[in-house]
C-alpha cells in the first residue's frame, strides 16, 4: 500500500521477533475488511498443502482447514482417495483431537497420497466416501489411458512425428514427496523448445512399481526416481520390459541428464565444408566410360570420396559423385592444390572446358537446447 498497491506490508524478524504482533493486528484488519469468516459448526473442508509417504506411518497429509471442524474418527473424500482421520498432529508433532478453521494439522488415515492442493472433505457416510474416491479413480485411469494411448504403433508414433516434426521425451515421476514431484515435473516442462518436447505422463508419491513400469512401456516413457527406489517387484520388470529408471536426489542433477537426453533428440545442424576447386581444362570422350575432364586443382583438395557439384557460368549445373579420380594412369585417394588430374563425374557427362568442379561434404553439428531455443 505504501507504493500505491492493494498488498500490506510488515517489517518483521522471526529471529529477534520484532514486527510480529504488528503482522498479526494487519491479518485481523484484512479479515474484517473482506469479511473474512468461517462456520465452525459444520463438516470440515480443507486444502492439501503437502502430502508424503512415511515408511512408518504410510500416507500423511499436511491439510489446512478452510471451514468447519475435523475431529478424529471422521469419514473423509481427498482427491481420489478416502479415508477415516486415524490421528492429527499439530506443527511441533503434538497430537490433536479436534482442529478448527485456519489450522494447519497433518492427518493420517489416507488410502494413497492425495497431491498437493487437493480438496479435502469430511463426510459422515464412509460408504459415500469410497463411492466417489473409486469413481474419480476410475475417471483418472481413462483419462491416462487416452493420453497414453494416443500411438498404437511404430507406424502411428513416425506419422505423428512427421507431421508435427517434433520429438517428444515422456517421463514418468515419482517422488517421496508431492512438493518435489511437482517442482521437478515444472523443471522439466520448462525445458520444452519448439522442436523437442517433455511431456509427464504421469507423476507420484512413493516406490516405483510394477504398474509404473507397465506404464512407462506403454507410452513410452522413462522414469524418473527422487528420493525413491523400486520395490521388490519392480527390480525385475525393467530389464523384461526394456524400461529404464533413473533415480536422483538433487532436482538439478535430474533436469540436467534430462536436458541432455534431450539435445540427443535434437536434429544435428548440417554445415556444407568446401574441400577444394578444379577448373576442366579439356575434356575427353571414352567409350564405354563416358566423359573424363582433364582439370587443374585451383585450391584446396579433390578427395576421391567427396561429393562434387559442376558449376558453369556461377551456376549450378549437377552435383554428384566421382566416378574416377587419376594422376595420369594411376587412381588416386587424392590431388591437392597445383597438380592436374582426370575426374569421371557419376552418370554426367556433359563437361564443357571452362567448368568448375568444386568438392565438398556435409558435417553434422550437434545441438544444444540453447541454440535449438534461438
Known sequence: EEFGGTALGTPISAKKGTGVDELLDQILLQAELLDLKANPDRKAEGTVLEASLDPGKGAIATILVRTGTLKVGEDFICG??????????????????????????????????????????????????????????????????????????????????????????????????????EALADALAQLSTSEVKV?????????????DVLLARASGAIIIGFHVRPDSNARAAPDRERVEIR?????????????????????????????????????????????????????????????????????????????????????????????????GIENFNDVKVGDLIESYRIEEIARSLNTAET
Open 247 to 343: 533415480t536422483y536426489r538433487i532436482i538439478y542433477e535430474a533436469v540436467e541428464e534430462v536436458k541432455a537426453a534431450m539435445e540427443g533428440l535434437l536434429a544435428p545442424e548440417k554445415k556444407e565444408v568446401v574441400l577444394g576447386e578444379a577448373e576442366v581444362r579439356q575434356t575427353f570422350k571414352i567409350a564405354k566410360i563416358g566423359t573424363i575432364a582433364g582439370c587443374f586443382v585451383r585450391s584446396g583438395v579433390i578427395p576421391r570420396t567427396g561429393r562434387v557439384r559442376l558449376i558453369r557460368g556461377g551456376v549450378e549445373v549437377y552435383d554428384g559423385t566421382l566416378a574416377s579420380l587419376k594422376r595420369f594412369k594411376d587412381d588416386v585417394r587424392e590431388v591437392r592444390e597445383g597438380f592436374e588430374c582426370g575426374m
Open 199 to 211: 511431456e509427464v505422463v504421469h507423476r507420484g508419491v512413493g516406490a516405483i512399481t510394477e504398474s
Open 80 to 181: 481420489q482417495y478416502s479415508g477415516r482421520v486415524r490421528a492429527m498432529y499439530d506443527e511441533r508433532g503434538g497430537t490433536e483431537t479436534e482442529v478448527g478453521p485456519s489450522t494447519p494439522v497433518q492427518i493420517l488415515g489416507f488410502e494413497g497420497v492425495p497431491e498437493a492442493g487437493d480438496s479435502f472433505l469430511a463426510m459422515a457416510d464412509a460408504a459415500a466416501a469410497r463411492d466417489i474416491a473409486q469413481k474419480r479413480q476410475r475417471l483418472e485411469r481413462e483419462a491416462q489411458h487416452r493420453r497414453t494411448g494416443r500411438v498404437n504403433t511404430l507406424e502411428d508414433f513416425m506419422a505423428e512425428a512427421a507431421e508435427s516434426g517434433v520429438a517428444t521425451l515422456r517421463i514418468i515421476i515419482k517422488a517421496d514427496q508431492g512438493g518435489p514431484a
